[in-house]
């Protein structure tokens, strides 16, 4: 794909945002641009709903979409108009568009989103009510949303959406939840069905729908909390897991920030890399993990967490290492004291970066105890207890001591 040009070009792209009522939603400005434009690109559906309103060389999304853009970019300097659903720049082409062509280059025009129609129809203030795209994307992106009271409206891929959504909720203890789907909103097709998640039993809906979700919570329901250090029983694992207390402490050791990729050396579970980025949707994890046993269980409990892009790698470090993206954060967890494991997580660590290191062996604690004396950081030493029965009476149960190395490079 070409790259954006250096200076401020007249512009040339059009990006305009349509509804289901085509033309008649359309000001007089817009339609002129369509009618002049030799060459109009959009959905085979955006094409129907124009009509007679294009002139010019009408060009269908091709698979895979790159194609497209690389076609629409050759055409640079030349009037182009782009045809999107709605608001084109949420979660739609605009934005895709963003990343090559300069905003000077550009003019936009767009429509009132599915997400702005749907609250309008529902009565549900816009800014109190999360929303998400589930269009070709994990439908196990909504769990982090689902908390009591929440609202959320989300984009779906098709019409058996709304159904997966549905079972999602009832198998996951969200069976009372109230959802209601909108469909072939600002058209003469449009339709709203509402049901409890658990009754959902609604067939042949358009494949152009949104979902809004009321969240009720039933005793069993899985809701992650805002806070650091979930209950380990949310966790499918082998007993390789860093527990809650030392999880939290070190996600704040870690101190995530926005945009940034970690790496969870000797993943385990993948809990670190999880609760990582459960802090902001901008937060990525490459997970490195040798067992193909875990490897798969890492993988599940993203998915069940509402993070399925975290990313894993199956192999031993240091040797998984390579060619990995640069991270601004390394945890090491496992594999720690194994020969070259700290000096290549080190290396590949940005300037500025953070390295969170815990140790349970002996062997481990020497190695901390020497990086922390040749390279300085902090050092730290956790013990935890909990309170157990001691025959007919409690008493302080003592987890293994944990020491932790925090050390961010210069």
Known sequence: MSDMPSHTPKPWLTIIGIGEDGPEG?????????LAAPAVFGGERHHALM???????????????????????????????????????????????????????????????????????????LQETACLSLHA???????????????IIALTSDGEGPGELASLLSNSGFGHSRITVLE???????????????????????????CAVEVKTGKEARVLSFATGLDDELFEHDGQITKRE???LTLSALAPRHGELLWDIGAGSGSIGIEWMLRDPSLKTVAIEQ???????????????????????????????????????????????????????IVSLKSGGRLVANAVTLEMEAVLLAEQARRGGFLTRIEISRAGPIG???????????????????
Not at 139 to 148: E, G
Not at 306 to 330: M, N, Q, R, T, W
Not at 392 to 410: E, F, L, N, Y
């Open 184 to 210: 072939a909103l600002g058209g003469a097709r449009e339709r709203i069905l509402s049901t409890s998640a658990e009754d959902f039993q609604f067939r042949d809906i358009n494949p152009l729908n949104v």
């Open 246 to 248: 030392i999880r939290a």
């Open 51 to 125: 009509g007679n309103l294009i002139a010019g060389e009408r060009l269908v999304w091709q698979s895979p979409f790159e194609t497209s853009i690389d076609a629409i970019l050759r055409r640079r300097g030349t009037p182009v108009v782009v045809l999107a659903s709605g608001d084109p720049f949420l979660f739609g082409i605009g934005a895709t568009l963003s990343r090559h062509v300069n905003a000077e280059e550009m003019r936009t025009i767009p429509a009132p989103s599915a997400f702005s129609m749907a609250a309008s129809r529902l009565g549900w203030p």
């Open 26 to 34: 359309l000001g007089d400005h817009a339609k002129r641009l369509i």
């Open 137 to 151: 994307r994990s439908i196990h992106l909504i769990r982090p949303h689902l908390h009591p009271g929440r609202r």
């Open 291 to 345: 067992s193909p046993e875990r490897v798969s269980r890492i993988a599940r409990n993203a998915s069940a967490f509402g993070v399925p892009g975290l990313a894993v790698v199956e192999g031993a470090a240091p040797a998984a290492l390579s060619g990995l993206p640069e991270p601004d954060a390394i945890f090491v967890g496992g594999g720690g004291s194994e020969p070259g494991v700290m000096d290549a997580a």
């Open 392 to 410: 007919a009476m409690s008493g302080w149960r003592p987890a293994m001591p944990v020491v932790q190395w925090r050390w961010i490079k210069d």
